[in-house]
């Protein structure tokens, strides 16, 4: 099956810094989401961004199909971004269930 | 407004129970999903519907049953708990038109004794 590599593992950065996090996958996508996992748990939809690029106020992403992989680009970072982002992809259709990577553990200090 | 919501938040349980989570979503979509977050895994498939009647396998599927009676619920069931089952549970939901991005649940922390 489709493999998702995401990099780094962890990242430490001082409140106000920026930041780019990866996802390489394996194989051709019809889905790729970028999520954020809370200190409390809770899976946060960021883009659902299978190509292209997107923003939403201080974070961006941007997929090269093509290329196979997808950047999340934090700016100006701040406290409440820390937590896991993950990267989820589906292959065929995009309707079909997501492969997770591992993550990459943010946090942020003041 | 929509939403997905799961219970009970958090479970413990004796090994060999019966367990039975419940995922529940007011969007109307027909695909929902049951993955389980471990610890250096990840979020992995455990079992995924796409529509009423319809349940499939996933990654880690042994343990586990799931059956789809109507569009708005996805109960997930442990047959016989075993503390290899100890776990935060999440449940997702998508459409089948249009993009299929996938909303999750809150989650459910299953501890089992």
């Known amino acids: 099956g489709i493999q998702v590599e995401q990099s780094p593992p962890d990242l430490i950065l001082q409140e106000g810094a920026n930041s780019t996090l990866r996802c390489n996958f394996s194989d051709s996508v019809n889905n790729l989401q970028w999520f954020h996992q809370n200190p409390w748990g809770q899976l946060i939809n960021l883009f659902y961004i299978p190509s292209g690029t997107k923003q939403n106020g201080r974070l961006s992403a941007t997929t090269v199909a093509t290329e196979r992989y997808s950047l999340l680009y934090i700016s100006s970072s701040q406290t409440t971004d820390s937590g896991v982002y993950f990267c989820?992809?589906?292959?065929?259709?995009?309707?079909?269930?997501?492969?997770f990577g591992k993550g990459t553990r943010l946090s942020v200090i003041a | 407004d929509a939403e997905i919501t799961q219970s009970p938040r958090h479970k413990i349980t004796e090994t060999g129970r019966q367990v039975t989570l419940a995922c529940h979503q007011t969007w109307n979509h027909n695909n929902m999903f049951w993955y389980r977050q471990d610890l250096g895994h990840g979020l992995r498939l455990i079992h995924y519907?796409?529509?009423?009647?319809?349940?499939n396998k996933g990654e880690v599927s042994d343990g586990y049953s799931v059956s789809r009676s109507n569009t708005e619920d996805l109960p997930l069931t442990l047959e016989s708990a075993a503390s290899s089952q100890t776990s935060v549970y999440f449940c997702a939901s998508s459409d089948t038109v249009g993009t299929y991005e996938q909303y999750f649940g809150p989650g459910t922390r299953l501890t089992v004794t």
């Open positions: 989820a992809v589906a292959t065929n259709s995009g309707n079909t269930p997501l492969v």
């Open positions: 519907s796409y529509g009423v009647h319809d349940t």
